[in-house]
């Protein structure tokens, strides 16, 4: 008797068992997406605003800009398309910020040329004049016999330029009496002729953006 | 793109083998030690460099050869005058090297009364001393630069090329104390020494003429002054030439400029500031080429 | 519990909502007016073009290459691409543009991005940075952007956000 009611009631509790897994088969016969956001990160992605926004030039501005104005030189023949590759000084020597927000220049200066530069791949060269010391040191060793002439050869100069990089940002806004805040971002670019002063490109980046002025840009 | 490439290692690698092809010829030792005009070092296919055009005298600029050469034949024509260099010290109007600090005068006075040769008269009798209090103040040199050093090396780069191109240059102190030996009476004892009398005496018996350069205040000057320059005749007292400059080298305008690398690209080397020596040697051709000037040679 | 009162109460709501329904003029819609379910069967209906096809076959749908994917589920109901196309820009990089209709009444910002791929459909180079297109209340704008690689950019896919 005991053994026939214990062999009924494993019966039983398998059949539950089976029921239950095929019940579980049943539901996980197609593996669905987990459309679900992902795990919380201080990490935030370049290209999209971020946490903290304001009505001045941030990171996704500067991420697109740079990009807009790399692809837009390289579509430009008299940059891109010249043999021999023209020489461009591209530093934020002459790039002035004259808008209402402090801003680090070079963050953009910098984007640009090394993504023009690993664009270009050859088609434009670019000049250092930051490091004109730093060769010009380099330079006098290798003539004074202090070292070697390394392995490239020797320049008679250092690179002269074709073009360099002026551009200006600039801004105008309004503000109301409870702090809101509306301003107009523009941020120029012009590649100069450094032979003859012509502006041989050009382009800009506008944006307006309205919100509470409570975002300090450092 | 891929040409591209190739045309920038191509001359570096061209030169590698024409330095490689002079190692095995000249041997190890010669190859490595060479002068930097061997061409093999170069790159090819480099853009040219331009020649810098000749560093030309700047506008307004003195030739010095020239204006001493002037300066020495108009001094000979002239009879070589002596001069003597007043560095920062006017020959002033003043006369005596002692000053009246008070004066004071004590006057008596008394009446006679009576009879003199029958005649009835009145006599006034007066009498009054004057006495001052005199200090002797020595007229001191005018401020000069802020180092004693500074005023010396004005001094001497002032005098020297007036000397180099043949002019007898009198020094003050040593006439003035010649003077003073000279002074004395029969007995031997020197007169009261007044600097004043002594140094127009001294002037007068060994020197022709004054140069004298009085410094004064400048702001817009390089070295914050500027210097009048007069040279007088000592025995006429006629003024010969006087002006007033700055004794700063004009501006290079037009000449190559020098370019100096820094983190910011290349800069125009800035100008060095004149010092004492550079003004003063320009005021002592500035001087010269005056004197030539008025001496009509 | 009906009555008669109700039921003729009822009855004569009815024939009023019909009688209004009658007079009402028909609505004028300002143009564009879009219609989503063409829309959506021009897609089923599109000639078979060069498609990205994934390594492990049906584990992607085959995005259909050199189109405007709309990827945002905010706004696959309110904006139309129109149009797009490429071509070469003198330097041999490529342009392309897609213009797209905001079928709303209201303003909208989307954001484009373009992938230039490579014959093999391998990346020709990264992805553009997004770029905010304005788009008024019933109106079109237009997304371009260039590529930087040249000879190397064989097919492209432009992708479609709501802006951020």
Redesign the interface.
């Known amino acids: 008797m005991i053994e026939t009611r214990s062999a009924r009631r494993l019966t039983g509790r398998l059949a539950a068992a089976g029921l239950l897994l095929v019940a579980a088969g049943a539901c996980q016969t197609t593996a669905q997406v987990e459309n679900a956001s992902g795990t919380p990160t201080a990490y935030q992605d370049v ?3 971020g946490l903290v926004q304001g009505v001045g030039i941030e990171a ?1 501005d500067i ?2 800009m ?3 104005m ?3 030189m ?4 008299q940059l ?2 010249r043999q021999p590759s023209p020489r461009v000084i591209l530093d934020s020597q002459y790039f002035q910020n004259q808008s209402a927000q402090r801003l680090n220049l070079n963050t953009i200066v910098d984007r640009l040329r090394s993504g023009l530069l690993r ?1 270009a791949n050859g ?1 434009m060269l670019f000049v250092s004049r930051e490091a004109a010391e730093m060769v010009e040191k380099e330079r006098q060793l290798k003539r004074e016999g202090v070292t070697d002439v390394g392995t490239t050869g020797l320049t008679q100069a250092q690179a002269g330029a074709d073009y360099r990089l002026t551009g200006r940002i600039s801004s105008t806004e309004a503000r109301r009496s409870d702090g809101v805040i509306d301003r107009y971002n523009l941020i120029n670019f012009e590649m100069i002729d450094l032979e003859n002063g012509l502006i041989v490109w050009s382009n800009f980046y506008e ?1 307006r953006k309205g919100a509470q002025d409570d975002v300090v840009y450092q | 793109m891929r040409v591209r490439r190739f045309g920038v290692v191509a001359p570096a690698v061209a030169g590698l083998t024409a330095l490689a092809a002079l190692a095995l010829l000249a041997g190890p030792a010669a190859a490595q030690s060479t002068d930097v005009s061997d061409p093999s070092l170069y790159r090819d296919g480099q853009p040219q460099v331009l020649t810098a055009p000749p560093q030309g005298p700047a506008e307004g600029a003195l030739d010095e050869g020239a204006v001493g050469a002037a300066f020495s034949a108009a001094y000979e024509a002239e009879g070589a005058p002596r001069i003597a260099v007043f560095w920062n010290r006017a020959f002033s109007d003043r006369l005596s090297q002692w000053t009246a600090l008070t004066r004071a005068v004590a006057s008596e006075q008394g009446r006679i009364t009576g009879t003199l040769f029958d005649t009835e008269n009145n006599a006034l009798i007066q009498g009054n001393e004057t006495a001052q209090v005199e200090v002797l103040t020595p007229e001191s040199a005018r401020a000069g630069f802020e180092t004693e050093r500074a005023d010396m090396a004005f001094e001497s780069a002032y005098v020297t090329p007036i000397q180099a191109n043949g002019a007898r240059i009198i020094d003050r102190a040593t006439v003035m104390r010649l003077t003073q030996s000279e002074m004395r009476n029969d007995e031997g004892l020197t007169y009261r020494p007044d600097a004043q009398l002594v140094e127009t005496d001294a002037l007068i018996n060994y020197a022709d003429l004054i140069a004298e350069i009085l410094m004064v205040r400048d702001p817009e000057a390089d070295l914050g002054a500027a210097f009048r320059v007069q040279v007088k005749d000592v025995r006429t007292g006629e003024l010969v030439i006087t002006f007033l400059s700055r004794g700063e080298a004009p501006a290079r305008t037009g000449a190559r400029r020098e370019w100096v690398a820094t983190g910011s690209g290349f800069q125009p080397r800035a100008d060095k500031a004149p010092t004492p020596e550079d003004v003063a040697r320009r005021l002592a051709f500035e001087t010269m080429q005056r004197l030539a000037g008025r001496w009509g040679v | 519990m009906w009555s008669i009162s109700n039921a003729a109460r009822l009855a004569a709501a009815g024939g009023a909502l019909a009688l209004l329904a009658a007079c009402a003029q028909p609505k004028i819609e300002p143009r564009p007016v879009c219609d989503m379910e063409a829309y959506k069967q021009s897609f089923a209906n599109a000639p078979e073009g060069e498609v990205l096809v994934p390594p492990v076959p049906g584990s992607v749908s085959p995005m259909p290459l050199n189109t405007v994917n709309v990827t945002d589920q905010a706004i696959i109901q309110k904006v139309i691409v129109q149009a797009s196309n490429a071509g070469r ?5 490529v ?1 392309v543009w897609a213009r797209l209709v905001n079928c709303t009444d209201f303003p909208l910002h989307v954001e484009g ?1 373009t992938n230039f791929l490579t014959a093999s459909q391998a990346p020709a ?1 990264q992805p ?5 297109v304005m788009l008024p209340a019933r109106s079109i704008g237009t997304y371009s ?4 690689a040249t000879d190397q950019v064989a097919t492209y896919l432009v992708e479609i956000r709501e802006g ?1």
């Not at chain 3, 820009?89 to 990089?93: A, E, I, L, S, V």
């Not at chain 3, 952007?145 to 930087?148: C, L, P, V």
């Open positions: 290209n999209s605003p996704q991420v697109s740079t990009d807009v790399m692809r837009d390289m579509s430009n023949p891109a398309n664009a088609r944006f | 820009t003198p330097t041999g990089t342009e991005r180079e553009t940075a997004w770029t905010r952007a260039k590529s930087i951020q």
